[in-house]
């Protein structure tokens, strides 16, 4: 830096200048301004979600979220039936294509009507994310019929990111797949996404616009 009255050129930061020994003003070192301004980035980020929250609350009033969250995670559990992948490979010189459901990939259930000898994917192995999701899926419908949506949004987060990690690492936590065989999503893993979000999204409204515990629930019907 400069002094302001001589011009000499000093150190950074210092209080007097060292040519003319004028008293200059004190200069804050910038790593004092890095705290306040992540600090106010975090509350301009907090009080946008609040405000994002409070909107669609006020726009989804009277609706019955909590109904809503119950039959959507009902839906999701029943997409697991439903064919969630396919897999297109050419194989011994001809072209096949296999469906998996999601039941499928968590429990590694083998296809009775396909000749396990003939086919490059007879039965594939237990698949952890989806496991993950389909158990959270269970245990979000019981705290929902318990009446507690706090966790149950909390669990049904944690099944939406393990479905999409089941995707993401789709080839990877296969071996048989190769990079020639063509996966698609089908409908089921989509239905099934869905549904744990708007389970996710209906359950965190029920609990912002009433959150009283269970317990809280069950006294007030008491008395």
């Known amino acids: 830096m400069f002094c302001k009255y001589c011009g000499h050129q000093m150190p950074d930061y210092v209080g007097r200048c060292p040519s003319c020994g004028k008293i200059l003003s004190p200069i804050s070192a910038p790593s004092s301004t890095v705290q306040p ?14 405000r994002i929250t409070r909107i669609a609350i006020e726009k989804t009033a009277g609706c019955p979220h909590l109904h809503i969250a119950r039959v959507s995670v009902l839906i999701a559990l029943f997409a697991f039936t439903l064919p969630f992948i396919s897999v297109s490979c050419t194989y011994n010189g001809e072209s096949e294509e296999y469906s998996f459901s999601g039941i499928r990939l968590c429990i590694a259930e083998k296809d009775s009507d396909s000749d396990s000898e003939s086919m490059r994917y007879p039965v594939p192995k237990p698949n952890l994310f989806l496991l993950i999701a389909f158990a959270g899926g269970i245990v979000t419908a019981f705290f929902l019929f318990k009446r507690n949506a706090k966790v149950a949004a909390r669990i049904s987060c944690i099944s939406v990111i393990a479905l999409l990690l089941f995707r993401v690492t789709l080839f990877g936590y296969y071996d048989e797949l190769s990079s020639d065989d063509v996966v698609e999503s089908k409908f089921g893993f989509f239905l099934c996404v869905v549904m744990m979000l708007m389970t996710a999204v209906a359950s965190f409204l029920e609990h912002k616009q009433n959150g009283s515990s269970p317990i809280c629930v069950g006294e007030s019907r008491g008395s």
């Open 37 to 50: 301004v992540i600090s106010s980035n975090s509350s301009s980020v907090r009080k946008f979600a609040e």
